[in-house]
């Protein structure tokens, strides 16, 4: 089986940093994905990772190690528009996609 | 512009109706995916097809079904609706050769049945 756990909620103020993190129990494990969801509209593909160690993409970085079945969302510069809630996705071979519950970040100025 | 697109935004229906959902995208993807998405609950993968024809079984397929005639569509059926299913239905689809990890999502489906 598999189990994805990321915090329920999180808060941050503008111009800040803020981590999300996300543990996960899977077998024959393929990738770890990051999905962004603002209120009322369908989830979007943020990053992802197949090998260990940090990958950025301009404000948003994602990170994973393998061994420690850990990951996280690094935010910067927090914008009131990253207000949303972010999905860790762990893919199993074979499988499709499995979410975590999702956290949701709330950004205030 | 890649697109997923659902037949309803908004549906309600009665305990024991048959109910379609349907989704077809634009972006000649092999992968095809129903998700629900209930709050505390997140995105649960009901159903998944990797090619016409074929289907899986997610985590959650008690009561639902599907169906892939065509690649580009792919439905969702509740042979008998219950109250229990009164959810968020997304459906997603996927390149087998691009990142297979990065879905494409549509609109969502709201369903309340009664």
């Known amino acids: 089986g598999q189990n994805i756990d990321q915090p329920t909620e999180m808060t941050a103020t503008e111009g800040a940093i803020v981590q999300i993190n996300c543990t996960y129990q899977?077998?024959?494990?393929?990738?770890l994905f990051w999905y962004q969801q603002h209120a009322g509209e369908a989830p979007t593909f943020l990053s992802y990772?197949?090998?260990?160690g940090l990958e950025e993409k301009g404000r948003f970085s994602s990170f994973l190690s393998r061994s420690k079945g850990y990951s996280y969302l690094l935010l910067k510069e927090l914008q009131m528009k990253d207000s949303a809630s972010y999905l860790c996705?762990?893919?199993?071979?074979?499988?499709?996609?499995?979410f975590g519950k999702g956290t949701t970040l709330s950004v205030s100025s | 512009d890649v697109k997923v697109t659902q037949s309803s935004r908004y549906l309600v229906k009665r305990t024991g109706e048959k109910v379609f959902l349907e989704c077809v995208q634009d972006m000649d993807h092999e992968n095809m995916f129903w998700y629900r998405q209930d709050p505390g609950l997140g995105l649960r993968l009901i159903y998944f097809?990797?090619?016409?024809?074929?289907?899986e079984k997610g985590d959650i397929p008690e009561g639902y079904s599907v169906s892939r005639e065509k690649k580009e569509r792919f439905s969702l059926i509740l042979e008998s609706a219950s109250t229990n299913q009164t959810s968020m239905y997304l459906c997603?689809?996927?390149?087998?050769?691009?990142?297979?990890?990065?879905?494409?999502f549509g609109e969502g489906s709201r369903l309340t049945v009664l």
């Open positions: 996705a762990a893919n199993q071979a074979g499988t499709a996609l499995i």
């Open positions: 990772n197949v090998l260990d």
């Open positions: 097809s990797y090619d016409v024809k074929m289907k």
């Open positions: 899977t077998s024959g494990f393929n990738g």
């Open positions: 997603a689809s996927s390149s087998r050769e691009a990142l297979w990890g990065e879905l494409f």
